[in-house]
Nanobody, 121 residues
């Protein structure tokens, strides 16, 4: 069974930095686009950043210039470095990826369980 597990969340002061990591496990043939989403308290889940297998990236305006998404295809991981954190960055952060698995070799969208990031003012 393919899984994504996030780690690295926690409590940080405003202006600080935090790095989230997400590791894929299971029988995996290939990982396509990898993404980070977040869900602030009492708000809808929103896309934060994406990275393609070729390294093309996208950032939401709210994090652009403060965050960097990266991936390691050997380790089957995706990371999100967040700097200059603000209280409004407080959210549960979710890892998401399009994963190709045998025997069907169809694209499977997989979600992690989420990790809480709390930014104190």
């Amino acid at each position: 069974q393919v899984q994504l597990v996030e780690y690295g969340g926690g409590l940080v002061q405003a202006g600080g930095s935090l790095r989230l990591n997400c590791a894929a496990s299971g029988i995996i043939s290939n990982i396509n686009t990898m993404r980070w989403y977040r869900q602030p308290p009492e708000k809808q889940r929103e896309l934060v950043a994406t990275i393609t297998p070729g390294g093309s990236t996208y950032y939401a305006d709210s994090v652009k210039g403060r965050s960097t998404i990266s991936r390691d295809d050997v380790q089957k991981m995706v990371g999100l470095q967040m700097n200059h954190l603000k209280p409004e960055d407080t959210a549960v952060y979710y890892c998401n990826a399009d994963i190709i698995t045998p025997p069907t070799y169809k694209n499977l969208e997989v979600w992690g369980q989420g990790t809480l990031v709390t930014v104190s003012s």
